[in-house]
């Protein structure tokens, strides 16, 4: 295997000053859990098998690490071949300003029109009628996922709502555990509490609050609830004293918790600890209140290079990533949903099934990031993170400056 | 820096001219095109540079930087964000007790010093040790330590006292001074050395004067000493002056800027705007609110400390 593979490097450096078409391409990213790390290498190994080389750039922390990194090094003057961003408005300023290329040709011969679902992901691909990236995943937030032994060990039984969880959770801190595992860093609240907008408020409240921008909605009653939820959610999470996602994870992993509410990239780590979806956990899409899931994901964007080999490459990485052999090597690796819908899943989980049968429902809805500018969500973020943490920030409190956010967001 | 001195360099001397005065510009000409790169790079860079911010910090800029102005919008924003205040205050708190206690610790360790103790180099080195780490180092060292789990708390605990509670990273209330106890460990050790080379460079007859005249130490040190160590206190303010003002890294490494945003501090401010939320102006509105602070000290101090001397 070793040989192998440096007989392949060996093989690849020889051949690339006499083969115009292969070319080394360096793809930024930061999928770097145990799951995440696991379906780039599949993603890596497909590209490798074009002829061309895949170089990995690993960016390890959140995507508000590894973000800033990738965009300076674009505006920079310094780009790479390819690179991660999530679905939506991240990259926006980079496309207009020119400086990404365009994926149209790709786009036409491979029908992506047609083939990619829901079609709200190829439009925040697009700009000014060209599409500009390659979407590979769909990531939705509204998951609990559930430590069966936790719930055992408290004994009461596991929950089948957000409802049921919150009544539980005396029970669970009388048993030693923490009902809640929340990670210190910012998205993790701030994603917790669009989920509780759109699974406890629904989605009419959603869209109007994140997708009309309605200041009048987001003051009233109806988020007022949203807000009080959110308050329960702060005193259940109180305690849990870890910063990454996966770590908070990792306490529902090892029982230490009872929940967590994360996106389903999640299933990567339960899939990684060698447990199963229904035995060991269990997992509660929307919350198992409101069956809607928002179509988030990531996708990965071309900058504008001149090195016509390089070009090309990124024309074939683009193909390779739409492929359906690769859609499914990938997305049962991470946990996520593929981007199109005619190909077979079969050997899926059991949560991830559930996601799927949703989604292909029309259970979906446009998440966040495609909705509001990256300003907007940061300072949401900085709402959520100081509420979460400050007990004598009241709700109310919260709403009203949430309500001015809104307002002011674009 | 040291100033070359004119008259005595031998460049300037073949210069006389029959118009007897000799051109200004061109005197001293070497040491003049041998710094030209150095101004240069002053003016551009950090001129050009502060201005530059200034300026599009009255823009709307987003990703990339874009001049259409809107006015004073930035700023009212800044002040009307409770991260930017929370941050503020942080600052205070930090630069206030950090400027004394890393002042006032460091001196009574130098002293302590100076008493001709055994092992002196030993234990200078152990106490400047610290200072050979990088504040992302020393924020993950006392990451751990103050680690209600693993560290302090836990300790205490297991001894036997179950109800111990520190976990300053964890409260907000208090989470500055989790950091500020990190950054004075850090720090206090350069303080120590600093003072320590300024109270041997006081004249021993100084010392036995003041003890012919029966006055107490502690005395001496006060009233005779400290005034005669006024050039290194300068030097000891501004190098803890700079390292509050830029105070980040620590911050990170250590909760980065948690539980909440109870431990933010402007820096980070500015780096999260600009390249997290991606709207620049909003992050140089920041810096140059960070640039005016550090004027309004420095700029009066600059005034007496210099602007006498010239007229004296």
Redesign the interface.
């Given at each position: 295997m070793r040989i192998r593979a440096f007989a392949a490097v060996l093989a690849a450096t020889a051949a690339l000053p006499c083969a115009a078409m292969a070319a080394e391409l360096e793809v930024t990213h930061w999928w770097t859990s145990g799951g995440e790390a696991a379906a780039v290498k599949e993603l890596a190994t497909a590209f490798d098998a074009t002829g061309n080389k895949w170089v990995d750039g690993a960016i390890a922390g959140s995507g508000?690490t590894a973000?800033?990194i990738m965009?300076?090094r674009i505006?920079g003057g310094d780009p790479m071949g390819a690179t991660q961003f999530n679905h939506g408005r991240?990259a926006?300023?980079?496309v207009q300003?020119g400086l990404m290329r365009d994926l149209n040709d790709v786009a036409e011969k491979g029908k992506w029109k047609d083939i990619i679902k829901p079609t709200s992901l190829l439009d925040s691909c697009t700009f000014e009628g060209k599409i500009y990236c390659a979407p590979v995943n769909i990531h939705s937030w509204q998951w609990l996922w559930l430590s069966n032994a936790a719930f055992e060990k408290a004994g009461v039984p596991v929950p089948k709502d957000w409802n049921e969880f919150v009544a539980a959770g005396p029970k669970l801190r009388e048993a030693g555990l923490q009902p809640l595992a929340v990670g210190?860093?910012?998205f993790q609240v701030n994603g917790l509490f669009d989920t509780l907008v759109i699974s406890l408020g629904g989605t009419d409240l959603y869209n109007k609050v994140y997708k009309d921008k309605d200041e009048e909605t987001a003051a009233g009653p109806e988020m007022a609830k949203i807000f009080a939820a959110a308050d329960d959610a702060r005193k259940l999470a109180k305690g849990s004293?870890v910063?990454d996602w996966n770590q908070a994870t990792n306490l529902v992993i090892t029982g230490k918790a009872g929940g967590q509410i994360m996106g389903d990239w999640a299933q990567g780590e339960f899939q990684q600890a060698g447990q199963t979806a229904g035995k060991e956990y269990s997992c509660l899409p929307g919350l198992g209140l409101n069956q809607t899931l928002t179509t988030g994901g990531d996708a990965i964007y071309f900058p504008l290079l001149k090195d016509e080999a390089k070009s090309k490459a990124q024309e074939v990485l683009a193909e390779t990533i739409v492929d359906p052999k690769v859609q499914v090597a990938f997305n049962l690796k991470k946990g996520s949903v593929p981007i199109r819908s005619d190909v077979d899943l079969a050997a899926a989980n059991d949560c991830m099934k559930k996601g799927i049968e949703i989604i292909s429902k029309g259970g979906t809805a446009i998440s966040t990031d495609q909705l509001v500018?990256?300003?907007t969500?940061?300072?949401k973020e900085?709402l959520m993170?100081?509420?979460?943490?400050?007990e004598s920030m009241t709700p109310e409190q919260a709403q009203q400056?949430f309500a001015s956010i809104i307002g002011s967001a674009d | 820096m040291p100033h070359p001195m004119p008259q005595q360099s031998g460049v300037s001397k073949p210069m006389p001219k029959s118009s007897g005065r000799p051109n200004q510009l061109f005197r001293n000409l070497n040491s003049k095109i041998a710094l030209t790169p150095m101004i240069l790079v002053a003016a551009v860079v950090f001129f050009g540079g502060t201005i530059w911010t200034v300026i599009y910090s009255f823009t709307n800029s987003r990703l990339l930087p874009r001049a259409s102005f809107v006015g004073l919008d930035q700023y009212e924003r800044l002040w009307a964000s409770s991260r930017w205040i929370i941050s503020i205050q942080n600052l205070m708190i930090y630069g206030i007790l950090s400027l004394i206690f890393s002042l006032v610790v460091g001196f009574v360790l130098a002293a302590l010093m100076d008493q001709k103790i055994r092992f002196e180099s030993a234990f200078r080195t152990i106490f400047l040790y610290p200072f050979a780490l990088s504040f992302i180092v020393t924020g993950l060292v006392w990451q751990w330590i103050l680690n209600p789990e693993f560290g302090v708390q836990g300790i205490v605990r297991s001894l036997g006292w179950t109800s111990f509670t520190f976990d300053p990273l964890y409260n907000p209330d208090i989470v500055i001074y989790g950091i500020l106890i990190a950054g004075l460990w850090q720090g206090t050790g350069l303080v120590m050395c600093l003072m320590l080379a300024g109270l041997r460079g006081i004249d021993e007859d100084i010392w036995k004067a003041s003890r012919v005249d029966g006055i107490p130490m502690w005395r001496t040190y006060i009233f005779v000493v400290i005034p005669m160590m006024r050039p290194v206190f300068i030097t000891t303010l501004v190098l803890i002056g700079s390292g509050i003002v830029k105070l980040y890294d620590l911050v990170v490494a250590q909760t980065s800027g948690g539980p909440g945003n109870a431990s933010e501090v402007p820096a980070k401010y500015v780096y999260d705007y600009m390249f997290q939320a991606q709207n620049l102006g909003q992050g140089f509105a920041a810096s140059t609110m960070m640039l005016l602070t550090v004027a309004i000290v420095i700029v009066p101090w600059a005034y007496l400390e210099f602007g006498g001397k010239k007229r004296g």
């Open positions: 508000s973000r800033p965009i300076s505006t991240q926006e300023e980079l300003s210190g860093s910012a004293n910063q500018s990256a300003d969500q940061k300072q900085d993170s100081e509420f979460f943490a400050k400056r | -």
